[in-house]
């Protein structure tokens, strides 16, 4: 087959596996990240135009010995809507009327609108009979090394371009393998040798061979290169340039076998991801990634038979211990969960308020970023009580019915220092209650630090009330448009989709663009959220700042809550203040 080869300006990237073959240079369709797992080949399609358009996505093989029947695979077509992006799947067997899985394929996106613009990609794909194959191939290379260096039999094989297929069936990258030094696929070559027993094994061959050049990478000194390689298959997002170097600090200079190189990393990426848990997602990182901090099952246990608001206490510990005395070891980990486990069984100093217990669920909704460290240059406070360290966390009253054990604590307690947030006449902070569109229209232009403007034309809102030029700045601003009819929507409260829109709005307007940290996955009620406010969630969702509800639901027209609000506020806007 012949393609127009990529070149590769990283060490390895297990991203795409992508030939581009031909298409004549279209405008209104972007083919991109295509990717092959356990037979599944996976695109993602954008509509680059400003306007909907009727996508026809096809998958057929590039064999002209075939008949137009056996050519022809699968059609996907959808109205796709202007600047989105939709990933599509496509299942290839082994076999299919007699003709193998095996070759190369031609994946095409079409606007059946404008029929003349297309855009075409060409895979080398191997099905699982090749990729067997493949592995019997090292193997009886690996067994003709006599007194040789392994990769003199084995890297022939790995190099051939009709190996290809191989690399992009198993999720690696086979033009980023001919760019390495040639020292870098000599040591992968003999890494394969030497992990022959559990590395050229069916049903474990992809994740280990990939593995394998990621600590080819690795040992060659480039371990964030080596780290970012290996990431996506572990952990499924973007790599984190910051969380990986940390996690590189925790591990060993090199490894010799694949098998200790995926456990040293899962440990300082468990114990990593644990250091940058937030109130909304420790629970989820311990479930996922306790085992792999080895962490006692006894400690766990004892986490996991804690009363809701005990677990609640028991949380809020490990995020405000970590935050200023991160675990890097499996007894340290030990430490911080016995630790966890006391405060939560102590029972607290008397005094008026309530403990985080009643607003865990809360929390959940509207999320941290978990791969994002503590943003130490931030102009925002430290969080309450995060230089814990010992077995006991003293609950502090932040105002009179919010103590330092609520899950939103840290959140209320950074905005009230900066003046973004403040109290009833009674001290009260009334964390359950719903926050109003005027309300948090003016925590956003405080916390931006926008001069409040006096001048507006809604109907409804007067130029004397306390919110009158909170509003004005919000608008001159681009963070509100009303609400129809010449209307704000004084005294409405907010919805949890405009308050996502709000955010991302000003979060343009104060120049900050924030990392995408993962894949954005719909919401079980996605058709319910507003098409003005669909990128706003999505963009929050990618960076992690927001979450679903339960049952995949993300509830765009629900309220939302004033600890929701100074959480979602704290989360998206600390690296800008």
Not at 392 to 407: C, G, N, P, R
């Amino acid at each position: 087959m012949k393609m127009m080869k990529r070149i590769c300006t990283v060490a390895l990237a297990a991203l795409t596996g992508l030939n581009v073959v031909a298409f004549a240079a279209p405008t209104d369709i972007s083919i991109t990240n295509v990717t092959a797992k356990q037979g599944r080949v996976s695109v993602n399609v954008t509509n680059t135009t400003e306007a909907d358009i009727m996508l026809t996505l096809t998958l057929e093989k590039d064999d002209n010995t075939l008949t137009d029947a056996q050519k022809y695979y699968a059609v996907r077509q959808k109205t796709l809507k202007a600047g989105k992006t939709e990933e599509f799947g496509f299942l290839i067997p082994d076999t299919r009327d007699g003709v193998p899985g095996s070759g190369d394929y031609i994946i095409s996106a079409q606007n059946r609108k404008q029929k003349s613009d297309r855009q075409t990609v060409t895979i080398d794909y191997a099905d699982s009979n090749e990729i067997t194959a493949f592995m019997q191939e090292l193997k009886t290379a690996k067994d003709s090394v006599t007194g040789e260096e392994p990769y003199v039999k084995l890297l022939p094989i790995l190099t051939r371009s009709d190996s290809e297929g191989v690399f992009f069936s198993v999720g690696a990258d086979y033009d980023a393998f001919i760019g390495l030094d040639q020292t870098v696929q000599e040591q992968i070559a003999n890494l394969v040798y030497y992990n022959a027993e559990t590395t050229l094994v069916a049903d474990k061959f992809a994740e280990e061979f990939l593995g394998l050049f990621s600590l080819g990478i690795y040992n060659s000194r480039d371990k964030i290169g080596g780290l970012t390689a290996l990431n996506p298959t572990y952990n499924g997002v973007v790599a984190d340039t910051n969380l990986l170097s940390n996690v590189t600090g925790m591990m060993a200079d090199s490894y010799q076998t694949n098998a200790d190189f995926i456990q040293a990393f899962k440990l300082a990426y468990g114990l990593e991801t644990v250091n940058r848990a937030k109130m909304n997602n420790i629970a989820g990182v311990l479930r996922t990634f306790g085992t792999e901090t080895g962490a006692s099952g006894a400690k766990l246990a004892q986490l996991s038979n804690l009363t809701p608001g005990q677990m609640d206490i028991a949380h809020q510990y490990i995020v405000n211990t970590v935050f200023s005395n991160p675990v890097t070891t499996e007894t340290e980990m030990d430490t911080l969960l016995q630790g966890a486990y006391e405060a939560a069984t102590t029972p607290a100093p008397q005094g008026g308020g309530i403990s985080g217990g009643g607003g865990g669920g809360g929390g959940g909704s509207m999320g941290s970023v978990a791969n994002k460290a503590p943003n130490e240059g931030s102009s925002m406070s430290a969080p309450i009580g995060s230089a814990t360290t010992d077995s006991k966390v003293e609950a502090k009253q932040i105002f009179t019915d919010l103590l330092s054990t609520h899950w939103a604590a840290i959140s209320v307690s950074a905005l009230k220092e900066k003046g973004v947030i403040s109290g009833t006449d009674s001290g009260a902070f009334e964390p359950d209650r719903a926050v109003t569109r005027e309300e948090f229209a003016k925590m956003l232009v405080v916390v931006c630090g926008f001069t409040p403007e006096t001048t507006t034309d809604f109907v409804d809102v007067s130029d004397t009330a306390w919110y009158a030029p909170y509003i004005g700045s919000a608008v001159k601003n681009g963070i509100v448009n009303g609400m129809g009819e010449g209307r704000f929507g004084i005294g409405e409260t907010i919805t949890r989709q405009d308050m996502s829109v709000m955010v991302q709005r000003a979060l343009a307007a104060k120049g900050i663009s924030l990392d995408t940290i993962r894949a954005y996955v719909a919401f079980s009620d996605n058709e319910q959220i507003a098409d003005y406010a669909e990128d706003a969630v999505k963009a929050l969702f990618e960076a992690g700042v927001i979450n679903g509800k339960g049952n995949g639901m993300f509830d765009p027209k629900g309220q939302a809550t004033r600890a929701e609000a100074a959480k979602i506020i704290y989360e998206a806007m600390k690296g800008g203040m």
